[in-house]
């Protein structure tokens, strides 16, 4: 099957992909697409291998490789190798203070009649306290297994 990208890499480029491969140190998800690029090229100095054969050689599937064909001639060298960031992107629910506020409050004693800090507790209190104006006893739950 033909593909209607055809990756046509530059000597620089191509010396660029074999160094890093080389190196090693790079992410595997990078040094493999390295690798589909250096036997997906057209030029004269590439080998032009089809996205089936690739996809043998690399144990990749083959729409990996059409995917990476595409973006590299779609949005160029570094955006494919690059690792994207993610799409939803969620703030933070509490900054840098607000979690220090809650270690120091879940390392203090527990309100009267409770043995111990219960996951609502710290959040129904966070909120009495005007540290958030919400928050869910699952973020709290979150935020402390992150500060253990």
Known sequence: MASTYRVILSD???AELHTRISAGVAPARELTRARILLKADRSDAGPAW???MIAGA?????????RVRRQCVDQ???ATLA??????????TLDGEQEAHLVAMTCSTPPTGCAR???RLLAEELIRL???ETISHETVRQVLKKTS
């Open 12 to 14: 620089d480029e191509r």
């Open 50 to 52: 089809s996205d089936a």
């Open 58 to 66: 690399l144990e990749v599937h083959p729409s990996t490789v059409s």
């Open 76 to 78: 160029g060298l570094e």
């Open 83 to 92: 690792r994207k960031s993610p799409d939803r992107l969620s703030p933070r």
């Open 117 to 119: 800090w219960s996951l």
């Open 130 to 132: 005007e540290v958030v």
